[in-house]
């Protein structure tokens, strides 16, 4: 299922609670838009012993970007600079299209660390999304 397939469920009051709930709902777009569209591409005639292989390639290439975003690797650097990624994740307040809060995953609690919940389908204590109803899938 697509994020676009989600809506989005209102996020906790409390500060500690919101970050993770952001962070989660980071590692809900990541899943849904980018495992789920990998697995969705993989030939439903391979045998049992290949599709495994894929899956486990695929998970193995987002671990590998969530290794990146965590700063663990992905930097290219000489003796005066270095190059690396920074990804945010931001709410977005809809009626005025300002961000109302962002974090850099960096600076989160690990994504590396959110994977190993977010791939049994664990996104946290407070719910990050639902499936939308059908009229707001397509709106």
Not at 12 to 24: D, M, V, Y
Not at 25 to 33: K, N, S, T, V, Y
Not at 98 to 103: C, R, T
Request: proline share 5%; aromatic share 6%; with cysteine.
């Amino acid at each position: 299922m697509a994020s676009s397939d989600l809506e989005l469920q209102p996020p906790p009051r409390s500060e500690r609670s919101f970050e993770l709930w952001l962070q989660h709902a980071a590692g809900r777009i990541l899943f849904e838009d980018v495992r789920g569209y990998a697995l969705e591409r993989v030939d439903p005639n391979l045998s049992t012993d290949s599709r495994a292989a894929a899956e486990k390639a695929i998970n193995d290439t987002l671990y590998g970007l969530m290794m990146v975003i965590d700063g663990v690797s992905g930097e290219l650097r000489n003796d005066e600079h270095a190059v690396d990624l920074s990804i945010a994740v931001r709410l977005i307040n809809r009626s005025s299209n300002e961000v109302a809060a962002a974090i850099d995953l960096r600076e989160g609690d690990g994504m590396c660390m959110g994977y190993h919940g977010w791939i049994a389908g664990d996104y946290g204590e407070d719910p990050v999304a639902s499936p939308a109803a059908p009229q707001a899938r397509d709106a």
